[in-house]
């Protein structure tokens, strides 16, 4: 896909028919935040709730990452909050590999657009198909990895520790790291 401008991108994206999901989204979720974010933070593709309004993380998980940016001083409009897939999986299943394909250039060009100096990535999901494919997230969250210039790292998905809240002490700490971070690199996101 050549690199298109943020209007085309957009345009685009919303009249993208490259897999199934295009038969069964009610909107297409394209991501909202600044478009010079700083940091960029990545999930693995729309829910029940997102796939209504048309807004990433949005539903019960949308509402604990805001709670978890709250806890590092970080809101919406100072960062960019996206997904791999813009369209919702049927029954929040995970994206298939070829659904992934079909849609991962629209999150390469926003990237390009953007140029966040941070990636965090939401899930496994998400931190398999950006970071490395092997990506363990139990074993590995919270690590940092430098991929063409740009600080990556993937914490547990708000989903997953709505789930299982014996997660969220890890989390905190991986949050308090993606702080330490931004505070590191950037200039403008505090």
Request: net charge positive; proline share 6%.
């Amino acid at each position: 896909m050549e690199m298109q401008t943020w209007d085309e991108l957009y345009q685009t994206c919303m009249a993208c028919r490259k897999c199934p999901l295009a038969e069964t989204r009610t909107n297409v979720v394209f991501g909202e935040g600044a478009r010079d974010a700083e940091v960029m933070f990545i999930g693995e593709g729309p829910g029940e709730q997102e796939d209504l309004t048309g807004r990433p993380f949005v539903g019960r998980g949308g509402k604990f990452l805001d709670e978890m940016l709250a806890m590092i001083d970080l809101d919406r409009s100072k960062i960019f909050i996206g997904n791999m897939v813009k369209c919702r999986p049927p029954k929040n299943r995970d994206p298939l590999p070829a659904e992934q394909e079909a849609c991962i250039g629209y999150l390469r060009n926003q990237v390009a657009l953007i140029r966040p100096k941070i990636i965090v990535c939401l899930g496994r999901i998400a931190a398999m198909k950006l970071i490395r494919a092997d990506y363990k997230i139990t074993k590995e969250h919270g690590q940092w990895v430098e991929k063409a210039g740009v600080s990556m790292t993937a914490i547990f998905h708000p989903a997953a520790l709505l789930r299982d809240p014996r997660k969220r002490p890890e989390t905190f700490e991986d949050l308090k790291s993606i702080q330490a971070k931004i505070r590191e690199v950037c200039t403008h996101t505090f």
